[in-house]
């Protein structure tokens, strides 16, 4: 892999090759139909080699079609069984890494931003990147005092890369619509974008990572790592050593799965609250599992190493107290009261007339692992929801097509929706009533209004 493509013309005909590419595949399926082929094989065939060319070129691109990808990548398990074995592994590959820059454009990097003795920072550096990611790499290093540190290097021309591909693929969502039932795709390459030049600024993910390390500093469930230095292109954090949680989706135990599943729970709702940022890309390529010092000590004492605070969300107060309002309601069957909360904040548009009964029926099925004292996430679970979402025959596609999503839930939406199909990757039994109970604002009843 030579340095990351930046001219748009060249970037522009790798990603519009891949409509071509979904039609001429489509093509070659009806050829193989009228060969005597059932319709269940070539669609299967069809899959595996639209999953294969898909997540390969964006994956070589890097950028937005990288950061596009590892986005879509936390929705595998909600792909229908028989097509989600041919995307999977393309998916998964996608959380981990993608094809790294050229050393010599790593050096020239440092050089520029770290001046030319930047060596002399680091007792050593290891050129070859522990990880590559959509919009930089890390490589592993000790700093000069001594730490084991993480050197996060932007590839050059990412910033014009990111807004590119975004562009480009949003002309074509609709043919990516098919990959995740009942989601469209569209508003998440919107979203996307807009969060870019965050992303971008190393600046802003130092103060949020800072943040963060200073209120988990003691954390028993949590870990982040201190920055040490920071600078344009470039971000030093402390190493952590872990277990890289797609490695316990692939191959964890019970227990492993469990652990890991509640301390995601616990940080996506504990976050926010304490630190009124919400970390805002959870993919697992983002999370270590880091166990005990004591060999052993089983998953119960592990922790969650928690990296990337490129893209957070700012709620000073929290996660908004409508949330967990209406989820209480909803469990206590207060329909009229949730269709009113829901209309305030702006779900439900004025100028629609919904029956608050049908609405009540419509988030029981979605919100049932805030019901149960104990949760079993799994991909059959979040596969009905998907189908009863998408099947255009059914009351709750209708009804769904009606909801609105606020702008300023926006982020919330996703992350939620990501997190949940993590813990349905890794099959992972959640109390996550205890959660919402301790950390979500008005999802426990007080006297105060």
Known sequence: MSDLPRKAVTRTARLAALPLGFAGRATWGL????????????????????????????????????????????????????????????????????????TRTVHGVLAER?????????????????????????????????????????????????????????????????????????????ELRDRVSEELDYGLEAEAQREHAEEFADDP?????????????????????????????????EEQRDRAGQLLARFLFSGPARTGLLHADPHPGNFRLLPGGDDEEGPESWRLGVLDFGTVDRLPGGLPETIGTCLRLTLEGDAETVYELLREEGFVKETIDLDPDAVLEYLLP?????????????????????????????PAHQLGKQLNLPPSYLLIHRVTLSTIGVLCQLNATVRLRDELEEWLPGFVATDTP
């Not at 979605?366 to 004292?373: K, W």
Request: net charge negative; aromatic share 6%.
């Open 31 to 102: 050829g193989k139909r009228i060969g005597g082929k059932s319709a269940e094989i070539v669609a299967r065939e069809l899959q595996q080699r639209t999953a294969e060319q898909l997540f390969k070129v964006l994956g070589e691109l890097k950028g937005g079609a990288m950061k596009f990808g590892q986005a879509l990548s936390v929705f595998e398990s909600a792909l229908p069984e028989e097509v989600a074995g041919p995307y999977r592994a393309a998916l998964t590959k996608l959380q981990e890494a993608a094809p790294p820059m050229p």
């Open 366 to 394: 979605i919100i049932e692992p805030a019901e149960a004292e104990v949760f079993g996430f799994s991909r059959g679970w979040m596969r009905n929801q998907a189908a009863r979402i998408a099947d255009l025959r059914s």
């Open 221 to 253: 469930d949590v870990v982040v790592p201190q920055v040490v230095h920071q600078c344009d292109q470039i971000l030093v954090t402390e190493w952590i050593d872990g277990i890289p949680l797609s490695e316990v989706i692939a191959d964890g135990t």
């Open 114 to 190: 770290l001046g030319e003795e930047w060596r002399e920072l680091f007792l050593e550096f290891e050129d070859k990147p522990a990880a590559a990611a959509s919009i930089g790499q890390v490589h592993r290093a000790v700093w000069h005092d001594g730490r084991e540190v993480a050197v996060k290097v932007q590839y050059p021309g990412a910033g014009e890369a990111l807004l590119s591909d975004l562009t480009q693929l949003s002309r074509f969502a609709r043919l990516l619509g098919p990959l995740i039932p009942g989601m469209d795709i569209k508003p998440l390459i919107t």
